[in-house]
Antibody, heavy 116, light 107 residues
Framework: QVQLVESGGGLVKPGGSLRLSCAAS????????MSWIRQAPGEGLEWVSY????????YYADSVKGRFTISRDNAKNSLYLQMNSLRADDTAIYYC?????????WGQGTLVTVSS | DIQMTQSPSSLSASVGDRVTITCRAS??????LAWYQQKPGKVPKLLIY???TLQSGVPSRFSGSGSGTDFTLTISSLQPEDVATYYC?????????FGQGTKVEIK
């Protein structure tokens, strides 16, 4: 069965950096686009970024462009999100999702808290 | 960028009622529209993709319709386990914007 497991969240100070990881299993990871989606406490869903199967196509939401970098390692079945210059409004649960038919499988999420 | 607007933002209905949620795109998106259900404290779940195709395992009381700019999610007979927030999302191109959500409660 498809499994997506995020890690790397935690508490970070404003201006700091964090790298999220997502370990995928149960499907051919290299065949699928992948997304990061976040949800601030008590708020709705916000699409953050996606990356094509071969990493040739990458898009970001305007809110993170220039600060976040998505990447993947198909040999390790892993997706990453490097987050720099973090701000308080980046505080959210970050979900890794398989970007098929929208987002057909989601991980459990990892909480990122940006606070001094 | 294309904006996705859901209405209403919340609703309260009785068990057995027919419930309809609408999602409007600010530009034409064809049928590249997905609906998700997020129960309190849980991970979002894909209900419908391609505007009207039910994801495997989703109860048949859920249905979707629409194309172009106007879309609808219908619950034909609301059940207590349907209490959740529902989101639409466009996925024809980036950014893959979500609607703001519709919270469904039982009256």
């Amino acid at each position: 069965q498809v499994q997506l497991v995020e890690s790397g969240g935690g508490l970070v100070k404003p201006g700091g950096s964090l790298r999220l990881s997502c370990a995928a299993s149960g499907f051919t990871f290299s065949d699928y686009y992948m997304s990061w989606i976040r949800q601030a406490p008590g708020e709705g869903l916000e699409w953050v970024s996606y990356i094509s199967s071969g990493s040739s196509t990458i898009y970001y939401a305007d809110s993170v462009k220039g600060r976040f970098t998505i990447s993947r390692d198909n040999a390790k079945n892993s997706l990453y999100l490097q987050m720099n210059s973090l701000r308080a409004d980046d505080t959210a649960i970050y979900y890794c999702a398989r970007a098929w038919r929208g987002a057909d499988y989601w991980g459990q999420g990892t909480l990122v808290t940006v606070s001094s | 960028d294309i904006q996705m607007t859901q209405s209403p933002s919340s609703l309260s209905a009785s068990v057995g009622d027919r419930v309809t949620i609408t999602c409007r795109a600010s530009q034409v998106i064809g049928t590249s529209l997905a609906w998700y259900q997020q129960k309190p404290g849980k991970v979002p779940k894909l209900l419908i993709y391609a505007a009207s195709t039910l994801q495997s395992g989703v109860p048949s009381r859920f249905s979707g319709s629409g194309s172009g700019t106007d879309f609808t999610l219908t619950i034909s007979s609301l059940q207590p386990e349907d209490v959740a927030t529902y989101y639409c999302q466009k996925y024809n191109s980036a950014p893959r914007t979500f609607g703001q959500g519709t919270k469904v409660e039982i009256k």
